[in-house]
């Protein structure tokens, strides 16, 4: 895969004439791609990689790394250049890249679910018996608890959790402060039923530090969570565009329409800028807009 990516430089600097410092953009942005690719979505050629695969990078770039919204245009812009030489060359039969709109990056604004949403896909592991419908019910609801980033929870070690305080210690990442995030007593109810019925029986090592495991008794990637919020959301028949951050989404909607202040919830979002947490303000003042003055049929 990646002689691919160094055979499309070269053709950008022999053939196209472009810039040393373009070249070095397109590598390094190429290059997390195909990181994000190969190790958190498990592809082992370009010919794998899936529109959905594209959706949750994108979505990892705005929450995860917080990248400005240029610098996450231009990188989609690398992708979809890159995948356009891919199909042009033969290498692949279909562009993966075709309907991904890189305008629309400059608009973006996080998708929430609705409450009543909410509540059908924090019932949906409770339709089933299991280890896994537990560790599913707890995983749900601790990130709608909390609005944890899906990277900062499928990284979550049993000492991180308190059920006794209902609280979760989420460990800096970056520059970020360390945060302490307090979460509501079903939470902590489906969290106790996890770690006393479910995650024994899913444990292969009792050496393993991980509060949530996959069905091999390793720590959840990234990846399975996201398999799961899409399992449930395929059974509950809920029709919003889901990512693996819309519960961080809706959980941060939520606390501003409950009257939380936008600096309250920056904090517990891990936000490093209060301008970051004031595009759901921005959501709440158009949703109210469109509800005032709905278009006509």
């Given at each position: 895969?990646?002689?691919?990516?160094?055979?499309?430089?070269?053709?950008?600097?022999?053939?196209?004439?472009?810039?040393?410092?373009?070249?070095?953009?397109?590598?390094?942005?190429?290059?997390?791609?195909?990181?994000?690719?190969?190790?958190?979505?498990?592809?082992?050629?370009?010919?794998?990689?899936?529109?959905?695969?594209?959706?949750?990078?994108?979505?990892?770039?705005?929450?995860?790394?917080?990248?400005?919204?240029?610098?996450?245009?231009?990188?989609?812009a690398a992708v979809k250049s890159f995948f356009h030489h891919l199909a042009s060359e033969g290498i692949l039969t279909?562009?993966?890249?075709?309907?991904?709109?890189?305008?629309?990056?400059?608009?973006?604004?996080?998708?929430?679910?609705?409450?009543?949403?909410?509540?059908?896909?924090?019932?949906?592991?409770?339709?089933?018996?299991?280890?896994?419908?537990?560790?599913?019910?707890?995983?749900?609801?601790?990130?709608?608890?909390?609005?944890?980033?899906?990277?900062?929870?499928?990284?979550?070690?049993?000492?991180?959790?308190?059920?006794?305080?209902?609280?979760?210690?989420?460990?800096?990442?970056?520059?970020?402060?360390?945060?302490?995030?307090?979460?509501?007593?079903?939470?902590?109810?489906?969290?106790?039923?996890?770690?006393?019925?479910?995650?024994?029986?899913?444990?292969?090592?009792?050496?393993?530090?991980?509060?949530?495991?996959?069905?091999?008794?390793?720590?959840?990637?990234?990846?399975?969570?996201?398999?799961?919020?899409?399992?449930?959301?395929?059974?509950?028949?809920?029709?919003?565009?889901?990512?693996?951050?819309?519960?961080?989404?809706?959980?941060?909607?939520?606390?501003?329409?409950?009257?939380?202040?936008?600096?309250?919830?920056?904090?517990?979002?891990?936000?490093?800028?209060?301008?970051?947490?004031?595009?759901?303000?921005?959501?709440?003042?158009?949703?109210?807009?469109?509800?005032?003055?709905?278009?006509?049929?």
């Amino acid at each position: 895969m990646l002689e691919h990516i160094e055979r499309f430089l070269q053709v950008l600097a022999k053939e196209k004439g472009y810039a040393s410092n373009t070249i070095v953009a397109y590598r390094n942005d190429l290059t997390q791609f195909h990181q994000f690719a190969s190790e958190t979505c498990q592809r082992s050629a370009w010919a794998e990689v899936a529109e959905h695969d594209l959706e949750h990078y994108l979505d990892c770039l705005r929450e995860d790394h917080e990248y400005a919204t240029a610098t996450v245009a231009r990188k989609v812009a690398a992708v979809k250049s890159f995948f356009h030489h891919l199909a042009s060359e033969g290498i692949l039969t279909q562009d993966p890249t075709k309907e991904m709109d890189s305008p629309h990056v400059r608009k973006y604004t996080p998708v929430s679910l609705t409450e009543s949403e909410v509540k059908q896909l924090l019932r949906a592991p409770l339709q089933s018996n299991g280890a896994r419908s537990l560790r599913d019910a707890a995983l749900l609801e601790l990130l709608y608890a909390t609005g944890m980033r899906v990277s900062e929870i499928v990284s979550l070690d049993l000492d991180q959790i308190d059920l006794e305080r209902g609280s979760v210690h989420c460990r800096a990442r970056n520059r970020q402060k360390d945060r302490v995030l307090p979460f509501y007593p079903r939470a902590a109810d489906a969290l106790h039923a996890y770690l006393t019925d479910g995650r024994p029986s899913l444990v292969r090592d009792n050496d393993e530090d991980a509060l949530f495991l996959n069905h091999r008794g390793q720590r959840l990637t990234r990846q399975g969570l996201w398999l799961i919020i899409k399992r449930y959301v395929k059974q509950t028949g809920i029709r919003t565009a889901v990512t693996p951050h819309t519960l961080r989404h809706s959980f941060a909607r939520h606390m501003l329409n409950g009257g939380a202040d936008v600096h309250e919830v920056q904090g517990l979002l891990g936000h490093a800028n209060v301008s970051t947490t004031q595009v759901y303000t921005q959501a709440q003042v158009r949703a109210a807009y469109e509800e005032a003055h709905p278009r006509s049929a």
